[in-house]
C-alpha cells in the first residue's frame, strides 16, 4: 500500500532563516505531487504541483520554491523566511490519470 | 474569477443528520471532493463526484449538480467523532490542481 512521509512534524524558525520540508512517498511510482499551505482558520492554498522528475509548477508568487530531485521526493525550501510563511504545509500524491489526492501528515512552521 | 463557498460553522447533536452545502464557479470543472480534516491533522477523502447525482458511502452521501454549480456532503447518525472541518475542494483542470473552500466546522454535541 502507499504512504506518505513529511518531515519534521513541526518547526520553529526565526524570521529571515532558511526552509526546507521534505516529503516522500512510498508504493507508487511517478506520482504526482503538491505542496499546499493552510494558514489558521483559512482553506487550503495550492503552493506547487509536479508530474515528474525536475517538472515544477508554480501556482502562486511567492517566497518560496520546490524541488523534485527524485521520483518520490519533493521538497519545499526557502531562502529566507518570513513571518507570512507561518501556517500548516501539507504535502500530497495522486496517481497519474486519477484525480484522489492523498495528504501527508503535514509540517506545522512557525516563523518568529 | 475563482469562488467556492461553503458555511463557516453548523452545530448538530449525536444521532442527528447534518447537511454543508457548498457552492462553487470556478473556470473550469472536472469533479468536486469532499474532505474530512480534524483539528491540528491532514485532510482524508470522502468522496468524489463527477456526474450529477447522489454518491453514498456509509454515513456519508454527496450530492452534485453541475448545472447549479452545488454540492453537498449529507452526515447522517452523527457521531461525537464527526466532529471535524470539512473541505470542499474543485477540480478545476486536467493537471489536478485542487481548489479548496475554506472549510465548514461541524460540531457535535451529546
Known amino acids: 500500500s502507499q504512504t506518505i512521509h513529511q518531515w519534521p512534524a513541526t518547526l520553529v524558525q526565526p524570521v529571515g532563516s532558511p526552509l526546507s520540508l521534505e516529503c516522500t512517498v512510498e508504493?507508487?511510482?511517478?506520482?504526482?505531487l503538491y505542496w499546499y499551505r493552510q494558514a489558521a482558520g483559512r482553506g487550503l492554498q495550492l503552493l506547487f504541483y509536479?508530474?515528474?522528475?525536475?517538472?515544477i509548477s508554480s501556482e502562486v508568487p511567492q517566497n518560496l520554491s520546490a524541488s523534485r530531485p527524485q521520483d518520490r521526493q519533493f521538497i519545499l525550501s526557502s531562502k529566507k523566511l518570513l513571518l507570512s510563511d507561518s501556517g500548516f504545509y501539507l504535502c500530497?500524491?495522486?496517481?497519474?490519470?486519477?484525480?484522489?489526492?492523498?495528504f501527508g501528515p503535514g509540517t506545522r512552521l512557525t516563523v518568529l | 474569477g475563482q469562488n467556492i463557498d461553503q458555511p463557516t460553522e453548523m452545530t448538530a447533536t449525536e444521532g442527528a443528520i447534518v447537511q454543508i452545502n457548498c457552492t462553487y464557479q470556478?473556470?473550469?470543472?472536472?469533479?468536486l471532493f469532499w474532505y474530512q480534516q480534524h483539528a491540528g491533522e491532514a485532510p482524508t477523502f470522502l468522496s468524489y463526484?463527477?456526474?450529477?447525482g447522489l454518491e453514498e458511502k456509509g454515513r456519508f452521501s454527496s450530492f452534485l449538480s453541475r448545472s447549479k454549480g452545488y454540492s453537498y456532503l449529507l452526515l447522517k447518525e452523527l457521531q461525537m467523532k464527526d466532529s471535524a472541518s470539512y473541505l470542499c475542494a474543485v477540480l478545476a483542470d486536467s493537471w489536478g490542481k485542487l481548489q479548496f473552500g475554506s472549510g465548514t466546522q461541524v460540531v457535535v454535541t451529546p
Open positions: 500530497a500524491w495522486s496517481v497519474p490519470d486519477t484525480d484522489t489526492q492523498y
Open positions: 509536479s508530474v515528474g522528475i525536475g517538472q
Open positions: 508504493g507508487t511510482s511517478n506520482p504526482n
Open positions: 463526484n463527477v456526474l450529477d
Open positions: 470556478t473556470s473550469g470543472f472536472n469533479g
